[in-house]
């Protein structure tokens, strides 16, 4: 899905009509009119990445920075006793708009929201195949870098619609998988 053609970039715009509790020059905070409960927000790029690992490292900071505040707006001033704050990220884990956003849902005992799941009991053999396959993939990632030197400002991680890309064609192939 293209920029023209996201209804949350239309939002953005002011194309489309909506609650905006706030706004920067990166990033928007929007209620839900339909959402889980009373309160339900979004917070939001303004430039259009439709999964996580598309968002520039600067730019999900400010959206999880804003997330915060808007959590404690609502436990200030809506009544909240509790927040969840998630990402859906890709059609398995319930993304239904192709645009990163991060919900923040004001919570209160007994409101019928329910976000609980099922443990499922790994196996010692299979967590140690999962655990040496992350700590590969993470080793010298920019969060093991950002702990030794001073990090430089990143770019989009790997942006399907970059023109000059110079990565691996699979991580392409993986990121459109994802995207809903």
Same mark, same amino acid.
């Not at 859906?88 to 645009?99: F, R």
């Not at 196996?123 to 590969?136: G, M």
């Not at 030197?149 to 023109?163: D, E, G, Y």
């Given at each position: 899905? @293209? =920029?023209?053609? !996201?209804?949350? !970039?239309?939002?953005?715009?002011?194309?489309?009509?909506?609650?905006?509790?706030?706004?920067?020059?990166?990033?928007?905070?929007?209620?839900?009119?339909?959402?889980?409960?009373?309160?339900? !927000?979004?917070?939001?790029?303004?430039?259009?990445? *439709?999964?996580?690992?598309?968002?520039?490292?600067?730019? $999900?900071?400010?959206?999880?920075?804003?997330?915060? =505040?808007?959590?404690?707006?609502?436990?200030?001033?809506?009544?909240?006793?509790?927040?969840?704050?998630?990402?859906?990220?890709?059609?398995?884990?319930? #993304?239904?708009?192709?645009?990163?956003?991060?919900?923040?849902?004001? +919570?209160? #005992?007994?409101?019928?929201?329910?976000?609980?799941?099922?443990? @499922? #009991?790994?196996?010692?053999?299979?967590?140690?195949?999962?655990?040496?396959? $992350? =700590?590969?993939?993470?080793?010298?990632?920019?969060?093991?870098?950002?702990?030794?030197?001073? +990090? @430089? *400002?990143?770019?989009?991680?790997?942006?399907?619609?970059?023109?000059?890309?110079?990565?691996?064609?699979?991580?392409?192939?993986? #990121?459109? +998988? +994802?995207? *809903?």
């Amino acid at each position: 899905m @293209k =920029k023209e053609s !996201c209804l949350i !970039c239309q939002i953005v715009d002011g194309k489309v009509p909506s609650f905006k509790i706030f706004e920067d020059e990166k990033t928007v905070a929007i209620l839900d009119l339909n959402g889980a409960n009373p309160g339900h !927000c979004f917070v939001i790029p303004k430039g259009h990445y *439709p999964i996580l690992e598309q968002v520039p490292d600067e730019e $999900l900071a400010q959206l999880f920075l804003l997330a915060n =505040k808007v959590s404690v707006a609502l436990f200030d001033h809506a009544g909240a006793e509790g927040t969840n704050i998630f990402v859906a990220n890709g059609l398995p884990a319930g #993304q239904t708009v192709a645009h990163f956003m991060v919900h923040v849902i004001p +919570r209160k #005992q007994n409101d019928g929201l329910n976000l609980q799941w099922q443990p @499922k #009991q790994l196996a010692e053999d299979e967590a140690s195949t999962i655990e040496l396959k $992350l =700590k590969d993939e993470l080793r010298g990632s920019a969060v093991t870098r950002a702990s030794t030197a001073a +990090r @430089k *400002p990143s770019k989009p991680h790997t942006a399907i619609n970059s023109s000059s890309w110079d990565g691996d064609d699979d991580e392409i192939i993986m #990121q459109i +998988r +994802r995207i *809903p």
